[in-house]
């Protein structure tokens, strides 16, 4: 008895089915950083030709660059190693707003000086221990940027797509972004509200990320958020971007191109329409000369 030979096929399966009409992408350069497909029930076809849709997406683009600039921030200032890195000795904004009352200001200048350190008195008795690290002169920034980019060498760029095709999209500069944050770019910020070990246990460049997602939220599902609520007719707080079909009005401000582009359509189809009603029914003197004849 001859045994029977399985011949295994490969097969190709792709994840279509993840895939919705709506997604959004961020690039750096050729390279996709982030790609998001998300549904928007109760979607109004028209709003993608409104002002609200165009602030929508500014705003999604201001919220990227925003939220980069804030970690270039932070990144340049703890590997500023040009000057000396305070690590105890810091001031609350309550405390600055309170000892800003003393007419000379003398305790706030001192701790804000790196050159001095030590124990520093306050007005009201209380004691600050201020304490900084300084670096050797011959120290080597392992973190900072050791060259400077090419102009254009680094651009990002933000799209969002309806059925695969680009209704939106936005362009600027990466090259004001250290090396260290274009690199390692997380707009969801998972590290910001992530029960993690202490910083003190941590790696230096593991530290810097967490101070820079620090207050920060996830901006990824924010984003999908606004969009949702901008071009659906049904949004609703809480059902996210899932959404609750809600049957209600939205009033949208439409771009005057579009706007001009639809009344002339509007009266062009007018005009045609009524034409062939024209033709299709006699006139009056038609039918006066049909009962007049026949």
């Known amino acids: 008895m001859e045994e029977k030979v399985i011949k295994k096929e490969s097969k190709f399966v792709d994840n279509v089915a993840y895939k919705n009409k709506f997604q959004f992408l961020i690039w750096v350069n050729d390279n996709v950083i982030c790609q998001r497909y998300f549904k928007i029930n109760g979607f109004v076809e028209d709003s993608i030709h ?10 999604i683009v201001r919220s990227i660059q925003e939220d980069l600039e804030s970690k270039s921030r932070v990144f340049m200032w703890y590997t500023n190693m040009k000057e000396p890195f305070k690590m105890e000795g810091f001031l609350t904004n309550s405390e600055i707003e309170k000892y800003h009352d003393d007419e000379d200001n003398n305790f706030l200048r001192v701790m804000f000086c790196s050159d001095i350190e030590g124990d520093i008195e306050a007005p009201d008795g209380k004691i600050f221990h201020k304490k900084y690290l300084k670096y050797p002169e011959n120290v080597i920034n392992d973190f900072g940027d050791v060259e400077r980019p090419a102009d254009g060498e680094f651009v990002f760029k933000f799209s969002f797509l309806i059925d695969n095709e680009v209704v939106f999209e936005r362009i600027w500069d990466g090259n004001v972004y250290p090396k260290f944050v274009r690199n390692g770019v997380d707009l969801a910020n998972t590290y910001s509200n992530a029960k993690r070990e202490e910083i003190s246990s941590m790696s230096f460049g593991a ?33 996210h971007y899932t959404k609750e079909l809600v049957i209600g009005d939205k009033k949208y401000n439409y771009l005057s191109n579009y706007e001009n582009y639809w009344r002339s359509w509007r009266e062009a189809t007018f005009k045609k329409t009524r034409k062939y009603l024209d033709e299709l029914y006699p006139t009056a003197r038609q039918i006066e000369y049909i009962d007049k004849h026949y």
Do not use: P, W
């Open 207 to 239: 530290a810097v990320v967490r101070y820079m997602q620090m207050g920060k939220t996830n901006l990824i599902s924010e984003f999908i958020h606004r969009i949702c609520e901008t071009l659906s007719n049904s949004y609703t707080e809480k059902y």
């Open 50 to 59: 409104t002002q609200e849709f165009t602030d929508c997406m500014n705003s």
